[in-house]
């Protein structure tokens, strides 16, 4: 930061005296800021959905069971308390995942179940749309065990819920995004990526109009490599398709966030092929720039202790930050994203 001087350092602080810093508030005369709908996402509602999320109640959102069509109808309430719509052409917020389409590539007896979708349009480019994603289904009940699946992926899900409402906030002020945002809950992740290689393949939007997913599975919490700074992200797919994508992770992330952006898992050599193993996948396959938010695997990780209690609040909200500034600059350039690199395995 350039140093300025006393008298300068004055005049701004009368400036500011009983309003909002420009800093925080949408400018009339000017750009628009995210930093205000960023602020909006706070820790507290995140516990919030959260903690109902994740209860026992639940039952660990195993796929098509009558615990994950209860977190849906959950996460549905609150798209509706927002005034945030089901998305223009569809009946419902659901999208419906038939049990022969999940049990296909290895019948484990799962039961219908569904996609959630909710819908914010653009204001200039409607028919471009920005894909936020999240698998809000865990592993349920194992030995008498209710794995609530806090952090996977818990976290995502109500980190959408937030980001969402951030957007529609926006949207009744006047500051709505450019495209045209959806936000998909998907199913079946836990059992092959289902519900998101369903949507990819009975998409309600032509593939060829998204412009981009923003993956959000595991944020959470912290690994063991990091154990001593929880100030960080692993940022994986963000340079696959798209130089544009992977400048936006940068910068937003320079302005608004400072996380230490960690591209260990973004390696293609990487062991733990993260890239291929969330729903981003089935997007970025279709040449759809992609990009997935992860904050790596823990000691609880599906295990019946990944429990809302052991989730750091201050990180998911900063986390859940970063991502709705990736969305905002996305949506509201005035470009799309370019297209400038392949990935050689999506075609294999």
């Given amino acids: ?11 701004s602080l009368a400036a500011c005296s009983g309003s909002q810093s420009s800093a925080t508030k949408p400018s009339a ?6 930093i205000a709908y960023m602020e909006s996402i706070t820790a507290n509602e995140l516990k919030t959905y959260l903690t109902v999320v994740a209860s026992d109640e639940m039952e660990g959102r195993e796929t098509g069971s009558p615990g994950q069509k209860r977190a849906g109808n959950y996460l549905i309430e609150q798209y509706k308390k927002n005034g945030i719509p089901f998305p223009k052409g569809a009946d419902s917020y659901y999208q419906p ?7 296909a590539k290895r019948n484990e007896g799962l039961n219908d179940s569904e996609n959630i979708w909710a819908f914010i349009e653009g204001s200039e480019k409607p028919n471009e ?46 500051h709505g995004p450019k495209r045209s945002l959806l936000f998909l809950h998907v199913t079946g992740e836990e059992h092959g990526l289902h519900g998101s290689r369903y949507y990819s393949e009975n998409p309600l939007f032509p593939l060829a109009n998204t412009v981009a997913d923003v993956n959000i599975d595991m944020i959470g919490r912290r690994d063991a490599k990091h154990a001593d700074n929880g100030n960080y992200i692993y940022v994986i797919g963000s340079d696959y398709l798209s130089s544009d994508l992977y400048t936006i992770c940068e910068n937003v992330n320079s302005k608004y966030t400072h996380l230490d952006l960690d591209y260990k898992y973004n390696d293609r050599k990487d062991p733990n092929r993260f890239y291929y193993r969330s729903d981003h996948y089935n997007f970025a396959k279709n040449n759809i720039p992609s990009v997935f938010l992860f904050s790596g695997v823990h000691a609880d990780y599906h295990k019946a202790t990944d429990e ?6 201050d990180l998911l909200t900063k986390r859940a930050q970063y991502a709705f500034t990736i969305v905002w600059e996305i949506a509201n350039r005035d470009a799309r994203l370019i297209v400038d690199k392949s990935d050689p395995e999506s075609k294999k």
């Fill in 1 to 11: 930061m350039k140093k300025i001087t006393l008298l300068l350092v004055a005049i």
């Fill in 29 to 34: 005369n000017g750009p628009v800021t995210p």
């Fill in 97 to 103: 995942v038939p049990a022969a389409y999940l049990n």
């Fill in 129 to 174: 749309i920005v894909v936020i994603s999240a698998h809000y289904d865990h592993v349920g009940i194992k030995n008498g065990e209710v794995y609530n699946g806090a952090d996977d992926d818990g976290s995502g899900t109500v980190a959408l819920l937030e980001i969402a409402q951030a957007f529609q906030k926006a949207k009744k002020e006047g």
């Fill in 308 to 313: 809302v209690d052991k989730i750091e609040f």
